[in-house]
């Protein structure tokens, strides 16, 4: 069954742009990529958009879709009425390049300064062992696909483009717990999380969390731990206390 939907798609640069109406028809089990890609080939051959597995994986066809923050690929036009109008816009928190592109180099350089993984020597044997349960605990972020979704959706750079000199954003926050919490890893980055990638910032809304495509809980699994390590090591008088004991050398 197919029918034709009104699509108002943003059009436009950094300069500027506006909402333009198309009506696009719409096929059975087709995604908002699909239309998309359909709108792109017969009415908008200029109308710029980044995509390219096409199976929810790369991060790359990321857009606000009647306002969330989605995965093109990923939301089904069942999710709409037939006479739902579906309005397509740019991730609001970064710079436009052209219609639905946006310049996301501000993730890249974040990403840059983030201190990179450093284990520790391997065993006599020349092995590294790890308790399964220290496995485990940061395997859940290694699944983000670096949509940006939980970046365009968090408030603190969203509504105020000065915090992106001292705030990170979720993405990055979840890893630097992620690197905080390997059993291997020997580099202390809760200094660097609170002075440097502004983990004090977030006050723990949970919206990363209700976007991301790959189900990450980014805040009750990742930020909250981090901030509560942080905290301890700040201000928590016995690990103050035992940070300046010396450990008693071996015999």
């Known amino acids: 069954m197919s029918y034709d939907a009104t ?12 909402l333009q109406t198309f009506t696009v028809p719409v096929n ?3 995604v908002v990529l699909d239309v998309v890609h359909r709108l792109q080939a017969t009415q908008a051959g200029d109308l710029a958009v980044r995509w390219n597995c096409k199976a929810g994986k790369c ?11 989605r995965l093109m690929c990923m ?9 739902e109008t579906v309005t397509i816009t740019p991730l609001r928190t970064f710079p436009v390049v052209r219609d639905l592109v946006t310049d996301v180099s501000f993730n890249y350089d974040k990403a840059a300064q983030i201190p990179p993984f450093t284990p520790r020597a ?4 020349g092995n590294h062992r790890m308790q399964q349960v220290d496995v485990e605990r940061p395997q859940e972020f290694r699944k983000c696909i670096e949509c940006w979704l939980c970046q365009d959706t968090c408030h603190v750079i969203r509504d105020h483009e000065d915090n992106k000199r001292a705030f990170a954003g979720p993405r990055f926050l979840i890893r630097l717990a992620e690197l905080d919490m390997h059993p291997l890893d020997v580099v ?5 999380a609170q002075d440097e990638f502004g983990l004090g910032y977030c006050n723990i809304t949970k919206c990363c969390s209700e976007v991301c495509p790959e189900g990450i809980h ?8 981090l901030k ?8 928590d008088p016995l690990t103050w206390l035992g940070s300046k004991i010396g450990r008693r050398p071996r015999r």
Do not use: Q
């Open 7 to 18: 699509f108002r798609v943003w059009r436009g640069d950094a300069a500027g742009g506006d």
């Open 28 to 30: 059975e089990g087709e």
């Open 59 to 69: 991060g790359s066809c990321s857009a606000e879709v009647n306002g969330r923050p």
């Open 75 to 83: 939301t089904r036009m069942s999710t709409f009425g037939e006479d």
């Open 122 to 125: 391997r065993d006599a044997d």
């Open 188 to 192: 202390d980055r809760k200094h660097a």
């Open 218 to 225: 980014l805040t009750d699994n990742g930020i909250i731990p």
């Open 228 to 235: 509560e390590r942080v905290v301890d090591r700040r201000y």
